[in-house]
């Protein structure tokens, strides 16, 4: 099956700063790529989707300037959360459907972990 | 808007006995029904999904779901429980046409007694 692959697993940085989360289609191309969140024992949450060349769509009440969305490439997309605060921690996971096969079914990436203290 | 409803929060079964999670969706159309599942601190595994077809569909690990249209569920089950298969279950649905992204249910933590 098709690999998407997020980096890091796990940051923490302190109130005020910025985190960049990468999420990598491995072996295959994805114009388009989703970012979910999720806090802790509850269910995943789409924040916005992420359009090679284009502009993110972002889900209502997603603050667009605290996570900026940018999709450089068929194969990378990124999440910057800015000016992190602790309500920002939460565990981001991104998925990808294979570009030009639409089955309904997206990979998704292992997960990333933020810590805000 | 499309709705994914798991009405059971946590369910805690013996090893060895049978299983069943609950799902049920609101959509306009037949949509693309999928079921997955996350341990502790990781990320998402597919176990199964339903496209078209057998309205009974074999996943990994054992588990099967069986799509029923009146009823408008996909619910998940396993005929004898796995210590290993403690974790939290998602129920998915995505469009067949037009928006991409998958709708999650709410989960269902499974604790497997001894």
């Known amino acids: 099956g098709a690999v998407v692959s997020q980096h890091p697993s796990r940051v923490i940085c302190k109130s005020g700063t910025s985190v960049k989360i990468e999420c990598r289609s491995l072996d295959f191309q994805a114009t388009t790529m989703f970012w979910y969140r999720q806090f802790p024992k509850q269910s995943l949450m789409l924040m916005a989707t992420s359009n090679e060349g284009s502009k993110a769509t972002y889900e209502q009440g997603v603050e667009k300037d605290k996570f900026l969305i940018n999709h450089a490439s068929l194969t990378l997309s990124t999440l910057t959360v800015t000016s992190a605060h602790p309500e920002d921690s939460s565990f981001y996971i991104c998925s990808a459907p294979v570009r030009d096969r639409y089955t309904g079914e997206l990979f998704f990436g292992e997960g990333s972990r933020l810590t805000v203290l | 808007a499309q709705s994914v409803t798991q009405p059971d929060i946590h369910i805690t079964v013996s090893e060895g006995a049978s299983l069943e999670l609950r799902c049920y969706y609101s959509?306009?159309?037949?949509?693309?029904l999928f079921w997955y599942v996350q341990s502790p601190g990781q990320g998402l595994q597919l176990l199964l999904k339903?496209?078209?077809?057998?309205?009974l569909v074999q996943g990994i690990k054992g588990f099967e779901a069986e799509f029923k249209r009146s009823q408008s569920s996909f619910n998940l089950r396993k005929p004898s429980v796995h210590w290993s298969d403690a974790a939290e279950y998602f129920c998915?649905?995505?469009?067949?046409?037009?928006?991409?992204?998958?709708?999650f249910g709410s989960g269902t933590r499974l604790q497997v007694q001894p």
């Open positions: 998915a649905v995505g469009a067949r046409t037009g928006r991409r992204a998958l709708t």
């Open positions: 339903y496209f078209s077809g057998d309205t």
């Open positions: 959509y306009g159309a037949t949509p693309y």
